[in-house]
């Protein structure tokens, strides 16, 4: 049974960092593509960054050189660095997790889609005034 808890979301002002992160567990397979989304009230969930088991990245536009995607391998942790927030940021940020397929499927239509990943967390509020 796959579990994903966020944490590391709260309130900061505009220009002002969070680094999100989510414990994972039960996962089994070696091959994996671990991802955050967010959703802002009224709105879609969005992709916002995506990290493989090879290293490979994606990240939305809109985040390009303000967010970071990582993850600690020896506690499988993935983190999200995120600076200079905006208040455009602010959403409910979820973190995903399915298999290793999903980075190509990114790659190649350019849409980090919520159908490519099987496992959710319950979300971590981030608010930014």
């Known amino acids: 049974h796959v579990q994903l808890v966020e944490s590391g979301g709260g309130s900061v002002q505009a220009g002002g960092s969070l680094r999100l992160s989510c414990a994972v567990s039960g996962y089994t397979y070696s091959g994996y593509c671990t991802g955050w989304f967010r959703q802002a009230p009224g709105k879609e969930r969005e992709g916002v960054a995506a990290?493989?088991?090879?290293?490979?990245?994606s990240y939305a536009d809109f985040v390009t050189g303000r967010f970071a995607i990582s993850k600690d391998n020896s506690e499988n942790i993935p983190y999200l660095q995120m600076n200079s927030l905006q208040p455009d940021d602010t959403a409910m940020y979820y973190c995903?997790?399915?298999?290793?397929?999903?980075?190509?499927?990114?790659?190649?239509?350019?849409?980090?889609?919520?159908?490519?990943?099987?496992?959710w967390g319950q979300g971590t509020q981030v608010t930014v005034s």
């Open positions: 995903a997790w399915g298999p290793s397929s999903a980075m190509p499927a990114i790659q190649a239509r350019g849409i980090m889609s919520p159908a490519y990943f099987a496992f």
């Open positions: 990290l493989d088991g090879d290293g490979d990245t």
